[in-house]
């Protein structure tokens, strides 16, 4: 299947995150004026040019997406659109649908932006929360290019794909031997 019409997707996603899917912004002065019976701060809608937006296009499988018809393991070109809000929460759809929300993006949904290899709906709970410790530690420019490595490894043949993982292996040996480390 093909779902590719990125400019109708890009302003579609831009326009439910900011009117609709985004955490709205507290707006001090003015809750506190305006606040409900209830106690509950007033919040107003981010405007767009307060949000960062990333768009590519990725491979999905339909089950995935929720598509119950037809095969599940039919793949989908589609375009991804990211949606960073100023509340620091993020919002990813694919085509003119959204996928999931995340309130409290971590390094490991950056790390995936930047493969452009989004996770499933399914795998969406990983982006909140805090990482893992070795992932951490490690830092972000170094991060960043080895999920680019490993996005793009899962676009190129098993000889390929087993060269690329050969010369990683050899990279993490001679930090382990920098780092005074034993081998695994």
């Known amino acids: 299947m093909d779902f590719r019409h990125p400019v109708r997707t890009l302003q579609w ?17 003015v809750s506190r004026t305006l606040s409900a019976s209830d106690g509950k701060p007033v919040l107003c809608r981010p405007s767009q040019s307060q949000c960062a937006v990333v768009l590519f296009e990725q491979i999905w499988k339909a089950a995935e997406l929720g598509m119950a018809r037809g095969d599940a393991d039919e793949t989908v070109l589609a375009e991804t659109v990211i949606v960073t809000g100023p509340a620091g929460d993020a919002c990813v759809y694919v085509s003119t649908q959204l996928l999931y929300h995340v309130h409290a993006p971590n390094r490991r949904f950056f790390l995936d932006v930047s493969a452009q290899q989004m996770r499933p709906k399914c795998e969406a709970p990983v982006y909140e929360g805090r990482d893992t410790a070795d992932l951490e ?28 993982a050969r010369q990683l292996e050899q990279f993490a040996a001679e930090v382990r031997e ?5 081998p695994w």
Do not use: S, W, Y
Not at 147 to 163: E, L, N, Q, Y
Not at 178 to 182: E, K, L
């Open 13 to 29: 996603a831009i326009m439910q995150a900011a009117e609709r899917d985004l955490n709205g912004l507290v707006v001090d002065p």
């Open 137 to 164: 530690a490690l830092d972000f420019e170094a991060a960043t290019a080895l999920a680019r490595v490993k996005g793009a490894a899962m676009h190129i043949g098993a000889d390929d794909a087993a060269r690329i």
């Open 178 to 182: 920098a780092a005074g480390c034993a």
